[in-house]
């Protein structure tokens, strides 16, 4: 299973490498981001595409990950921009259907790895006919956002929903790769990262990215080291997961159960405290 940490410092850029992350993250996402997200607890980078360039020479060849700006009229400028500083691997956020994937694909012709992002409705609803076009590498379901646009209190409802296990056995048709969300320290979170991990295994899923908990907001790896043994947390999620994929589709099924049962209190907690918020959609 591969790990993305996100972060534009050198310095942690290399920690992570050298202490077992699969990629390095460079989000550059900023268009709509603060109005989708402002008024939540969510990470909104200020990264910036000279990012790129400083980090290449310090990420092993295809790890170099960026999450561009939707698709808008700068597209092609930025997508040059990012693969001549370096990137590896391409991320498209926040489309809602085929064409914006065509108009994306065509923008990186081929010269890097591209990801799609699937978090808003239309991404979901026209999954099969996205991984259709002719160029998609990986995609990764995102739940931040796509939570918020369902209405949901609580991130992780997709997964109780039997939404996430839609769009994964789409993936598994196609034979394409994907990943899942982020991730917490193993012994951490609200929903118990021990539990999320089983639902990548059961789905297929074979990427994460790393949650705050494995920084909490720390900007050298001095910080890091003297609130964790990072090595061996990214160990513990590696062992985990293998575990799970281990251990056989009726103990996975149940571990599904536990984490429905677990998600839907904590969402019907949430909802008792909080004002109304959208009108909440059933998707089919």
Known sequence: MQFFFITNSI?????AVANGVDR????????????????????ISRHDIADVAALRPYVPEGNLHVRVNPVHEGTQNEVDTVIAAGADVIM???????????????????????SLLVETVG?????????????????????????????????????????????AMILNDAGMPFGIGGVARVGEG?????????????LGSTGAILSRTFHRQATTTAEIEAQMDFAAEIQALRYTYAE??????????????????IVRQIAAELNAKLPAGPTRQAYA
């Open 11 to 15: 310095e942690l850029a290399s920690f």
């Open 24 to 43: 390095i993250f460079v989000d550059l996402e900023i268009l709509g981001k603060v109005q989708r997200q402002g008024h939540l607890n969510t990470l």
């Open 92 to 114: 498209l956020p926040m489309f809602h259907g085929p064409a914006e994937v065509a108009q994306f694909v065509k923008a990186v012709g081929g010269r890097a790895r591209t």
């Open 123 to 167: 991404a979901m609803q026209s999954l099969a006919q996205c991984i259709e076009i002719k160029g998609v590498d990986e995609v990764h379901i995102g739940l931040n956002d796509l939570h918020l646009e369902l209405g949901n209190r609580f991130m992780f409802e997709p997964f109780a929903d039997g939404l996430v296990d839609r769009m």
């Open 190 to 202: 609200i929903l118990p990262a021990e539990l999320i991990l089983s639902e990548h295994a059961r």
């Open 244 to 261: 799970h994929l281990g251990t056989g589709a009726q103990q996975l099924e149940r571990n599904h159960e536990k984490l429905v049962a």
